[in-house]
């Protein structure tokens, strides 16, 4: 039995270690596919990056070739509407100035009326004030007042009773 058991033990431990050595050949494997698709993703990355620089390149001339063009024509329509945009400034600085009067004008009757608003309000929130702090007072007053007569009717009672015991 017990050489038995060894024989088992034995073949489990060859088993476990051809185990081990299929997990590592296929650990290995696993490792160098995956070093295979990173250069085959960092290649790609190259030659991707490398079109795009050329696409820039292309660009780049092609806009600078256009707006050498473009620079040149508005170059002549700058100059040509130079003159018509300055006379358009002086009437609109004209106009501008009258309308900046009236504004103005416009303005100072607004804040004149803000101003004479804001009085009233002032004006009616003190009124409001005062009327509940006259409530108030009266009230406490009259507060005031029953405390007094009950704290004299307790004396009365209190005066009433020594009497009575008094007899």
Not at 82 to 103: G, H, I
């Amino acid at each position: 039995a017990e050489a038995r058991a060894a024989e088992v033990s034995a073949e489990a431990e060859a088993q476990a270690l051809a185990a081990e050595a299929w997990a590592r050949e296929i650990e290995e494997k696993c490792r160098r596919e995956r070093e295979a698709r990173i250069e085959a993703a960092a290649l790609a990355a190259t030659e991707r990056l490398a079109a795009l620089r050329v696409e820039e390149e292309n660009a780049r001339e092609a806009a600078e070739a256009e707006f050498e063009a473009r620079r040149a024509a508005e170059e002549q329509a700058a100059e040509e509407a130079a003159a018509q945009r300055l006379q358009e400034l002086k009437d609109a600085e004209e106009a501008a100035a009258a309308r900046v009067a009236e504004a103005e004008e416009e303005a100072r009757e607004r804040v004149a009326a803000e101003a004479e608003r804001v009085r009233l309000e002032d004006e009616r929130r003190r009124a409001e004030a005062a009327a509940e702090l006259r409530e108030t007072e009266a009230a406490a007053t009259a507060r005031i007042e029953e405390l007094r007569a009950a704290e004299q009717a307790a004396r009365d009672r209190a005066t009433e009773e020594a009497a009575a015991r008094a007899e």
